[in-house]
């Protein structure tokens, strides 16, 4: 068992232990859809939504279903499930009731199943021995964690629209050498709380 708080864990899922820019999971989506405000938002509220939901739902079928049965092994299989199975309904949600974020958020959307950062919380949460509540807050942070970064870089690339930028790095090569900076900003934060 972990003995550490909740609010700790929330708070260092945040910054100091990014899973973003500490671990750099789910850098595929964040790299895509962070040209616009709105998209990165709409994204970052899709992944935090499915993020808690689905780290609540692997605790519950890990601790009740898979422990108890000694499946164990079959860890990644079944949380990899429980995710598509989620984001299947998360699709459906927002076509049916925002159909301008489904548009722009495009096949992103369904590739939150593949999103390294939502099986990556749930792995964290069983390789960390949190609790029920401490793996919420994790859940919570997480997502909260992966919302700032992306809002952060889609700031900033509308920023660079209007600036300078030599024609080798356009696009992606200075997205990367920007979300390495992002990194090395909060790795400032990092004296103050760990969560590993």
């Known amino acids: ?12 899922a945040i910054f100091t232990n990014n899973i973003l820019l500490a671990n750099f999971l789910g850098m595929c989506s964040f790299i895509a859809c962070s040209n616009r405000i ?7 509220t899709a992944v935090t939504f499915v993020m808690v939901t689905t780290t609540i739902i692997n605790y519950a079928v890990y601790h009740y279903v898979l422990i108890p ?13 429980v995710i ?8 459906m949600f927002v076509e049916r009731f925002s159909l301008k974020l489904y548009f722009a958020l495009g096949i992103f959307l369904p590739l939150i199943t593949v999103n ?12 960390r021995r949190y609790t029920f509540f401490q793996t919420v807050g994790f859940g919570l942070g997480a997502g909260l964690g992966w919302t700032v970064a992306i809002l952060l870089m889609a ?4 920023k660079m629209r209007y600036s300078h930028v030599p024609e080798p790095f356009q696009g992606v090569p200075i ?9 090395m900003v909060f790795m400032g934060f990092a004296g103050m709380v760990s969560i590993t």
């Open 84 to 91: 598509a199975a989620f984001v299947q309904f998360v699709e």
């Open 38 to 44: 709105g998209t990165s938002l709409g994204l970052g």
């Open 155 to 158: 700031g900033l690339r509308q």
């Open 1 to 12: 068992m972990n003995d550490t708080s909740t609010w700790v864990i929330l708070f260092a």
């Open 116 to 127: 390294c950062a939502i099986l990556g919380a749930s792995l964290f949460m069983v390789i």
């Open 175 to 183: 997205a990367m050498i920007v979300t390495g900076v992002l990194a």
């Open 69 to 81: 049965w000694g499946l164990e092994h079959l860890t990644f299989i079944v949380f990899i499930a």
